[in-house]
T-cell receptor
Framework: DVKVTQSSRYLVKRTGEKVFLECVQDMDHENMFWYRQDPGLGLRLIYFSYDVKMKEKGDIPEGYSVSREKKERFSLILESASTNQTSMYLC?????????????FGPGTRLTVT | GIQVEQSPPDLILQEGANSTLRCNFSDSVNNLQWFHQNPWGQLINLFYIPSGTKQNGRLSATTVATERYSLLYISSSQTTDSGVYFCAVGRTMEYGNKLVFGAGTILRVKS
């Protein structure tokens, strides 16, 4: 079974703090994704990575950065957390080789910025 | 970009009832998935179904790619079926490897 894990289920941070959200997958997937989910707005793609050290902006990258130093790990970084970044953050991964494959999600991290 | 519409937006069922959820999409795709988001926020894979029909227990799904829609059938619903059901589509070449999600259908099953 594919397993995608996220470092925290719940996180509370203060405005201005630097926040790291970690995601790890155990199936040697090339593609990894970070989404945020907000009521009424659905799932929105923040960043994705095709492979190690490769990243591409999604639909809402402002205020975020990412790091993919190893294939199994994809980190989302909030350089200076703000209250409008309070949200549910979901990581996903998928194998790829030029065709479409099934995407798998982690359990999510509920981040509150106060 | 590709548009995904799900209907109905929400649905209330009595336990034991059947339901059909629909997903329409605006362009041809080679990737379509149905997910169930449980009360804890986890997105559970239900079906990977870019075309054809699949069944898994009380759930089944059909995608008619040429007509750009997919249907998710839930039979003999249970309270544990409650949650949000998402359809997501993608087309590898034109849209990279990104999935585009519908807004979801909120399902509540009453005992």
């Amino acid at each position: 079974d594919v397993k995608v894990t996220q470092s925290s289920r719940y996180l509370v941070k203060r405005t201005g703090e630097k926040v790291f959200l970690e995601c790890v997958q155990d199936m040697d997937h090339e593609n990894m994704f970070w989404y945020r989910q907000d009521p009424g707005l659905g799932l929105r793609l923040i960043y994705f990575s095709y492979d190690v050290k490769m990243k591409e902006k999604g639909d809402i990258p402002e205020g975020y950065s990412v790091s993919r130093e190893k294939k199994e790990r994809f980190s989302l970084i909030l350089e200076s957390a703000s209250t409008n970044q309070t949200s549910m953050y979901l990581c996903a991964s998928r194998k790829t080789s030029g065709r479409a494959y099934e995407q798998y999600f982690g359990p999510g991290t509920r981040l509150t910025v106060t | 970009g590709i548009q995904v519409e799900q209907s109905p937006p929400d649905l209330i069922l009595q336990e034991g009832a059947n339901s059909t959820l629909r997903c329409n999409f605006s362009d041809s795709v080679n990737n379509l998935q149905w997910f169930h988001q449980n009360p804890w926020g986890q997105l559970i894979n239900l079906f990977y179904i870019p075309s054809g029909t699949k069944q898994n227990g009380r759930l089944s799904a059909t995608t008619v790619a040429t007509e750009r829609y997919s249907l998710l059938y839930i039979s003999s619903s249970q309270t544990t079926d409650s949650g949000v059901y998402f359809c997501a589509v993608g087309r590898t070449m034109e849209y990279g490897n990104k999935l585009v999600f519908g807004a979801g259908t909120i399902l509540r099953v009453k005992s």
